[in-house]
């Protein structure tokens, strides 16, 4: 990766600041927004029945978007269209305008993934129809694949993948964390980006999301490498502190990385610096999850 630019953030009078975006360059995030969509909830030490996310929280989660300012912006736990819509127009409120949104459906009809940009997608694909092999039937990626291609200044083909794997949750007493699970589902998406990306020629490419597992963990290293296919590598981020997580679990009290990016190797070299994770010292209070950037130095066609 080039070091000739670096990613420098810097805290001021506690207000994390994100460094401006070099010229010729666009930022890329990932963020789970943590249910944002209606559900039954704990307000304000009440117990509140198909409830929306608090306004407070959403102000949180703007800020955040607000502070690393991104052109391209993939979220997971949205609940549908409405809610997207609104989060654009909240944004777009307050100054930052995303002309194009997508939503992906798949089996998973509360908590869906999308991307909303600056830039005109030139094509989209929904995954809806991937399966695995599970304990002893077949299952689908519960919230799919979503593939958003842009054409780049020199014509040539940028593609970002989305996706959200399964929580630890689980009922199955044979995969207690669903580890299993999430393997399975890596499979099957990593197939499917090999089959759109590397088997047709184009190896440019980044996957967002929310993997619910560590770097080193089964899940992750199926992106990585499938056989001697050299896939793609986890792109280093950190926070102001040089801090690495991005989910912090109340529960258990334990901090995690679990979102982020793997880049393909061709891309490697125009990403500038390091990713950065945004650590706005109220952050947690709109997410569990926090914001991860990357800025590439590449040319989107507009």
């Known amino acids: 990766m080039r070091v000739a630019f670096q990613l420098l953030c810097f805290v001021l009078a506690g207000i994390n600041v994100t460094a401006p975006l070099a010229a010729g360059s666009i930022r890329i995030a990932t963020y789970n927004l943590n249910n944002y969509l209606i559900m039954d909830r704990?307000?304000?030490?009440?117990?509140?029945?198909?409830?929306?996310?608090?306004?407070?929280?959403?102000?949180?989660?703007?800020?955040?978007?607000?502070?690393?300012?991104?052109?391209i912006l993939a979220v997971q736990e949205i609940g549908g269209l409405p809610f997207l819509e609104e989060l654009r127009s909240d944004l777009s409120d307050e100054g930052l305008h995303y002309p194009y949104i997508t939503l992906m459906q798949a089996a998973d009809s509360v908590r869906y993934v999308a991307v909303l940009s600056k830039f005109a997608p030139t094509h989209l694909v929904k995954h809806q129809d991937l399966n695995f092999k599970y304990q002893a039937s077949r299952e689908t990626v519960r919230r799919g694949l979503l593939e958003v291609s842009f054409t780049r200044a020199d014509s040539s083909i940028f593609k970002l993948f989305v996706?959200?794997?399964?929580?630890?949750?689980?009922?199955?007493?044979a995969d207690p964390?669903?580890?299993?699970?999430r393997t399975r589902e890596a499979e099957a998406c990593r197939d499917r980006i090999i089959e759109r990306t590397y088997a047709i020629g184009m190896t440019d490419f980044l996957i967002a999301g929310d993997f619910n597992d560590h770097p080193a963990s089964a899940p992750l290293r199926r992106f990585y490498r499938k056989g001697a296919l050299d896939i793609g590598g986890l792109v280093h981020a950190v926070d102001t502190r040089g801090e690495q997580w991005t989910h912090f679990y109340r529960k258990q009290v334990e901090y995690s990385l679990v979102d982020g990016f793997i880049a393909s190797g061709s891309l490697a070299d125009s990403i500038e610096g390091s990713g950065h994770v945004v650590d706005l010292p109220n952050v947690l209070a709109g997410s569990d999850h926090r914001m991860v950037h990357v800025d590439l130095e590449i040319q989107l066609a507009k």
């Open 42 to 71: 704990h307000v304000g030490g009440k117990w509140r029945p198909s409830y929306p996310k608090p306004e407070s929280e959403k102000a949180i989660l703007r800020e955040v978007i607000h502070q690393a300012a991104p052109d």
């Open 163 to 173: 996706v959200h794997l399964k929580s630890r949750w689980s009922d199955v007493k």
């Open 177 to 181: 964390e669903s580890q299993q699970r």
